[in-house]
């Protein structure tokens, strides 16, 4: 996978690391485009399109898990609606990759995806 597609739909899910180890996944998100007019209904995770000068982008922000201990990191996964491959967002990078993309750290409840392609 190349990147993302402009207008193509996707969904995001998200997991949280503490000093016990990773959690579950969230549920997948709605669906959202990377250029949609309309920003996404919030949910666990959520999905903004993010317009930018060279490159189209889209904002995952999530919530806080509620729990002991606290989190220390989270890792994001997105993937094209209706594809079965699910890819890792590298926050070294702020791209998505197919494995071993670096967690978010846990004082942060957003990133967001760059990188993805028109067309």
């Known amino acids: 996978v190349v990147g993302l597609v ?43 399109p993010v317009a930018t000068r060279k490159e189209q982008s889209l904002r995952v922000t999530w919530k806080a898990p509620a729990c002991e201990p606290p989190a220390l990191a ?24 197919d494995e071993g993309g670096s967690a978010v750290k846990a004082s942060s409840t957003e990133c967001v995806v760059v990188g993805l392609v028109s067309g």
Not at 8 to 37: I, L
């Open 6 to 48: 402009s207008g193509a739909e996707y969904e995001a899910k998200v997991s949280a690391k503490n000093a016990v180890g990773w959690g579950s996944e969230s549920a997948a998100s709605p669906k959202c485009s990377p250029c949609g007019d309309v920003p996404c209904a919030p949910a666990a995770p959520f999905l903004e």
């Open 74 to 97: 989270y890792t994001v996964s997105m993937r094209r609606v209706g594809e079965s491959t699910w890819q890792v967002f590298d926050a070294g990078t702020g791209k998505l990759v």
